[in-house]
């Protein structure tokens, strides 16, 4: 990757502490000629001083739409709401292309200003499988929170901390309980199952086949569930309203670590507004009790470990950011879902 700039803007989300590229692997692509600019963000996990002492150029935060036309605008939650014409190439997680809420607007934006948007849940291999994701830790901190409160030392609102923290609590946790991953096999899955064992729970695990024809008695025999399953198409739905009401219900927590409210993929559609940091925890049913964990960017809990894997993932592909290859098949998802509604894009330069 030469004669190229990255914009990492700041995080307009208050609670987002997290970086998709940390400052030894700017400097890296700094290293590789690559040029990097920093907006400062006082809320961002690492210093901006670590940025600037690895050759990154630092500018206010919010400057980036008046970036360079070249400059590829690096980021990971929502863009604000100004400008109304989104001009540059963006490289965020969108949510776009799911019918979610929101998302046509989104792309009207970038619609209208001709940029595009190269959504990292799309930066894939040529299996379809993600490159740089931050699964894991999503998946740890849902069963995390999940077993805390379920044993009552949930301690909110919530903070981001280091992992040590996170881990000491959950040893320090007591209470017996049963405990469903669903999705175990993922990566998601796998962050769940760690957390658990760490809280001394061993978990049942279901992945494709148990999904496949799915014993909805079986899921409400557990205590807590953490579901980890992300799809793709529609598909018959885990749970319903009406499956909450079921007389015989043993499950009171249950932690959606996947968060697709709004979207037709939604397999846990008996709710349609997510949780917080000040508000982690909803009572969904009153008797007997079920209570819902159900946060968009979980990962920023620990945003130093979360930030430093993803960033490793993602490094390999800034080093070789081109037309072609996964970032390619970004921008050809991104035209698909554009055509989809009628929208019309300039065409983009080659790289």
Known sequence: MTDRHLWLRHETRTTERRTPIVPSDARRLVENGVRITVEDSPQRIFPTEAYEEAGCEVTEPGR????????????????????????????????????????????????????????????????????????????????????????????????????????????????????????????????????????????TCWDVAETRDLDKGALLAHDLMVNTVLTTSPVPPFLTDKDLDAPDRRLRTLADVTVDVGSPMNVLPFYDTTTDWDHPVRRLREHPPLDLIAIDNLPSLLPREASTDFSTALLPQLLDFRTGGAWGRCLDRFRRASHELSLTTRELPDD
């Open 64 to 203: 980036w739409p008046s970036a360079p036309s070249n400059a590829v605008i690096v980021g990971l939650k929502e863009l604000p709401d100004e400008p109304a014409e989104l001009t540059h190439r963006h490289v965020f997680f969108g949510h776009a292309y799911k019918g979610q809420p929101g998302a046509e607007a989104l792309l009207r934006r970038f619609a209208a200003g001709g940029g595009a948007l190269l959504d990292l849940e799309y930066l894939v291999d040529d299996q379809g499988r993600r490159l740089a994701a931050f699964g894991f830790w999503a998946g740890y901190l849902g069963a995390a929170l999940a077993v805390l409160h379920h044993r009552g030392g949930l301690q909110t609102p919530l903070v981001p901390m280091a992992k040590e923290e996170m881990e000491a609590r959950l040893r320090a946790s007591e209470g017996d309980l049963t405990a469903l991953v669903i999705g175990a096999l993922g990566r998601s899955g796998s962050g769940a199952r760690a957390a658990l064992d760490e809280a001394g729970v061993e978990p």
